[in-house]
C-alpha cells in the first residue's frame, strides 16, 4: 500500500523464513513495484551484513510478541516464528532498527498492548523515543490489544499519544477508517 502511494520511495524487507521471502516476492511482481521493494531473505540480528549503517530514514518493524519461554506456540513453525522469540528478540529488531536509522530517523512498530512497557524501555534503552502511541482495538466495547508506536532516534521527551484504532464495526465488518486505508 505504501509503495503505491510513494513512488518516490524504495523499500526493502528482511525477512528470516524463505516461504514468507518467496510469497513477498511474487507480490512485488504481481503489483509491478520490482526496483521499488526489495526482500532480503536474512536474519535481522546479522543486519550489518544486508545493509549498512544509518541508511534508512524510516524503519517499519513488527516483532514478535509472544516472550521467549511463554505462552502457548502455534503447533505450525513458520506461525510459532513469525508470533513469538523463538529466533529472534524484541531487543534484535529495536537493535536493527537504530542501527539502521539515521540521526532523527523514525521507526514504527506495532506489537501486543499487554507488553507496551518492556517496549517502551527497550526503545529508550537504544534511544529511540517514544513520539506517538495509538491503540488498536478489535471492537469500540473491548481492551486494546494492539499498540502502534513511533519513535524517533534522538528525539526529545514529548509523547502524543493519538485516539484509538477501531478495527471492526460489526463481525466481518471493517470500520469506516480502516476501510479508507484500503
Known amino acids: 500500500m505504501m509503495c503505491r502511494k510513494r513512488d518516490d520511495l524504495r ?6 523464513q524463505g516461504e514468507l521471502v518467496k510469497y513477498a516476492r511474487r507480490n512485488i511482481d504481481v503489483n509491478s513495484l520490482r526496483g521499488r521493494f526489495d526482500v532480503i531473505e536474512g536474519d535481522i540480528k546479522e543486519i550489518g551484513d544486508y545493509l549498512d549503517s544509518g541508511s ?12 521467549q519461554g511463554r505462552g502457548k506456540l502455534p503447533p505450525d513453525e513458520g506461525k510459532a516464528t513469525a508470533k513469538s522469540e523463538v529466533r529472534t528478540s524484541l531487543d534484535d529488531f529495536i537493535k536493527a532498527s537504530d542501527y539502521l536509522l539515521v540521526n532523527k530517523g523514525r521507526l514504527a512498530m506495532i506489537y501486543d ?7 517502551m ?8 523515543e517514544p513520539k506517538r502511541i495509538r491503540f488498536v482495538h478489535p471492537f469500540i466495547d473491548r481492551d486494546a490489544n494492539l ?20 478495527v471492526w464495526d460489526k463481525k466481518n465488518v471493517y470500520s469506516e477508517e480502516l476501510k479508507s486505508y484500503f
Open 11 to 16: 523499500f526493502v524487507g528482511i525477512e528470516c
Open 56 to 67: 534508512c530514514r524510516y524503519v517499519i518493524s513488527n516483532p514478535p510478541y509472544i516472550e
Open 113 to 119: 498492548a499487554r507488553r507496551l512497557s518492556v517496549l
Open 121 to 128: 524501555l527497550n526503545l529508550k534503552v537504544r534511544g529511540l
Open 147 to 166: 499498540v502502534m508506536v513511533e519513535a524517533v532516534k534522538g528525539g526529545g521527551v514529548e509523547l502524543k499519544v493519538e485516539r484509538p484504532l477501531i
